[in-house]
């Protein structure tokens, strides 16, 4: 197993493996040179004092959120009110409202959780409605059936505003106040801007418990606060832990020198990869169904944060790598053959676990063909086609790297959150982009207002209809 | 609604829109003209009429599944010996053997299907173990305890020598023989090669209950076979329905003109879309959390069948389109902003549903930010959401196309499989590729068997081991 020495202190969190993206392993074309390594890190370099800076002047919202105490505290008040008498909780939420929410679920307890009876889970159960899809909340109402006394529901929206989160809380707050009548504000907890918004005022107005979301903050980074905590730590997963675990990965950020800084290492690597490898697709792939779900929070994170237009040199520049997700070994029956044939314009970031916490091994095996599988453990037959696949891929020059979790425990994943986080950071300063807003996504919003008759131009609502209108010549 | 007439029978099932993916709608640089759709469509109806051979030689497997009740009847005769006693079912498989086993009880059973009471369930739970990661056996089969006694074991393997099924089997069978003694082979039913294999013969053996894995069809085109039918009718799902959609399908793309085909339209505008319009990613995107199953099902169709290499012109070509999902509304919140304003590298192809079978409507509000949503139905919202996407993806010049489901119903999901099939089989014509192999997969499987001492070719367990030892000038 490998352990990293930070500061003089034996160091067992994550660490990043880079050899199958090299020029040595793969070739100059598709792979890394030490050199070119070197030279990018120095731009890195520049890159992370600019956003040091922007950390050091207060300006980095997420940076500060593994150590504000406040919030884990307001969250802990909450879990201790509700813990005790709630079944089920229920998150309306959608985006950076449920993808971290989700992440830490699947990553931090058991894939069947809601399966398991209410004795033996670590809290209530848990369901994310992160969709209008009618099915998707109208089957829940009618599991939880008359749980519903016994459930909480909590809405998470900065302004409010979302539509999605909008429509489905509204929903929800009538069939609460039909069923439970004035308590149905106890069922309720609403996670928004500290001071104003629609939801805010909601909350005051009916008497909701409510928690902050940080103003500084945007969505996608907002998983280390309540917004993230406040379920993880419902369904008894240590937000402490996981809060030190990103500390630690903070502090070794910032205070490593940039050739030991994971953050400014990934990003030389996936910068380098992009610009000068043309690898567009950047796909996450955990060997590991535990976590897949980090897979999919990094969807939303890479993609809100660096698929934008700049304009450098007058034109519009569309750079951007897309971020894709898929899972080891399950994906070689579905994917490799594509990786390794395809086009070359893939980077495969592996997350590889070292300790897992369960274990079978394969028994005696009468039959030739399967003898190698004989008394192998499951947990390094899995290890075996990974490098395997790695292996294979690099036989085709195509650049993999691997990011080794000791074993999934909150710390590793409160590490591995903030280091994907402060890497986006770091590329947005090298893509010359804001990587914290989403510009692109206001015109559809805008759009769906305007159908719905919520807006003053009635001329977009016009030129829409021409979308809904079917014309012969392009059906079938 | 709408509604399709086929050779004078009314006909409602699934549609192809594709004017958000023309010239007209968003220019000739990145749409397709009138003029290039008919001279696509002349040339993929000389791969339309080299595919028909094939399918009246007999020659093309899948395309007879819909048509064999022997398989049906098979099936149904397993079904009723086990589903009245039988509490869970586990499927052990792997890509082909699992991917369209999910995608049906996704598509067709409640979402929350497995925390269902027994009594309200339309067939046991169903738990698919689709990778060797520990913990995804092993939290299965903590959870089900002493149910194993009531529960079937489904392995699907058509060779019985597939890596993660032939461990994962091995550990069940040898933990089902010492809890359950000399009656372990009844809560077994394997899915294999008729007559040849390690599994057939285990079966043999053993005296496992069988179904066939027809000899001439690949994993990934094998849903409507034994492979997916068994698990899909043990849970209550109608398969007469499922094929009977799929065979309605299979006739109107054998019957009808190039200009009136749906595969063949389907065929032409992805073709076009990668060959002229530099569209490699081709994403899946479901307005309808029940269809997320069979957008994971595509990709491996569409990964698998055409993420291949040819030599054309004495030149490897390596154009194949990168297939991946998205789900909407919720991806508006993570992935649009990239598809917007990123490379203009995708195809979005949407799937929508024009009934849902359970809806709500939003109540009364009293809040002018969010007056434009009262008394919407949800599935309105959701629909208007996804005119607004297609029209802002437009105003980008992004290409987008729509499948309409007129329900989601086992006819319609039997016929979408069936369209993409032939799909898959016109774009293989089209690419000049064997759509029906997966030769870079290979080198992976047999780097494994050497790592683990099963392979005679010692060099290349030496090669691979480079790729575990780790490097101090890659590490970080």
Request: aromatic letters at 6%; one cysteine or more; proline letters at 4%.
């Amino acid at each position: 197993m490998d352990v990293c020495i930070a500061e003089g202190k034996e160091w067992k969190m994550i660490q990043i493996d880079w050899k199958n993206a090299s020029a040595e392993v793969i070739g100059r074309e598709h792979g890394i040179t030490l050199e070119e390594m070197a030279t990018t890190l120095s731009k890195v370099d520049k890159a992370h004092r600019a956003v040091l800076l922007q950390w050091q002047a207060g300006q980095l919202g997420y940076a500060n959120l593994p150590f504000r105490t406040d919030y884990r505290d307001m969250v802990m008040n909450l879990v201790q009110k509700y813990r005790g008498s709630i079944t089920d909780l229920v998150i309306l939420g959608i985006g950076g409202s449920a993808l971290g929410n989700i992440a830490l679920q699947v990553a931090l307890n058991p894939l069947n959780y809601n399966m398991m009876s209410d004795r033996r889970r670590s809290g209530p159960r848990l369901f994310v409605i992160d969709n209008i899809d009618p099915c998707l909340l109208g089957e829940v109402l009618l599991l939880l059936g008359r749980r519903i006394s016994k459930t909480l529901f909590n809405v998470i929206s900065k302004s409010g505003r979302t539509a999605e989160t909008a429509a489905l809380f509204m929903i929800v707050r009538s069939i609460l106040h039909k069923r439970l009548g004035e308590k149905f504000a106890e069922h309720i907890v609403a996670i928004t801007d500290p001071e104003k918004g629609v939801l805010r005022e909601m909350a005051a107005a009916d008497g909701y418990d409510t928690l902050p979301i940080p103003p500084d903050v945007g969505g996608r980074f907002s998983v280390l606060s309540p917004v993230g905590l406040f379920s993880a730590a419902m369904c008894g997963i240590d937000i402490d832990a996981l809060l030190a675990g990103a500390a630690e990965m903070a502090n070794r950020i910032k205070t490593s020198p940039v050739e030991k800084n994971p953050a400014c290492t990934l990003a030389a690597i996936k910068y380098l990869m992009l610009i000068e490898k043309g690898k567009d697709i950047q796909v996450m792939m955990p060997y590991s169904n535990h976590l897949l779900g980090l897979a999919d929070w990094y969807r939303q994170l890479w993609a809100e944060s660096l698929g934008k237009s700049t304009k450098r040199d007058g034109n519009a520049n569309r750079i951007a790598p897309t971020p894709i997700k898929a899972l080891g070994a399950t994906d070689q029956h579905s994917q490799i053959q594509l990786y390794r044939e395809g086009p070359n314009d893939k980077l495969i970031v592996f997350l590889q676990v070292n300790k897992h916490p369960q274990d079978e091994r394969l028994p005696d095996i009468d039959i030739p063909a399967l003898d190698y599988l004989k008394h192998v453990r499951l947990s390094k037959l899995l290890e075996v086609e990974k490098v395997a696949t790695a292996y294979a891929l690099a036989q085709s020059s195509r650049p993999s790297i691997t990011i080794h979790f000791d074993a999934i425990t909150p710390e590793n994943v409160g590490a591995f959150i903030f280091l994907y986080e402060y890497t986006t950071s770091l590329m947005g300063e090298l893509l010359d982009i804001d990587a914290y807003n989403q510009p692109a996504v206001e015109l559809a919003k805008h759009a769906t207002i305007a159908v719905l008759g919520g807006s003053a131009d009635k001329q977009l609502a016009g030129r829409i209809k021409q979308f809904t209108s079917s014309d012969k010549r392009y059906l079938i």
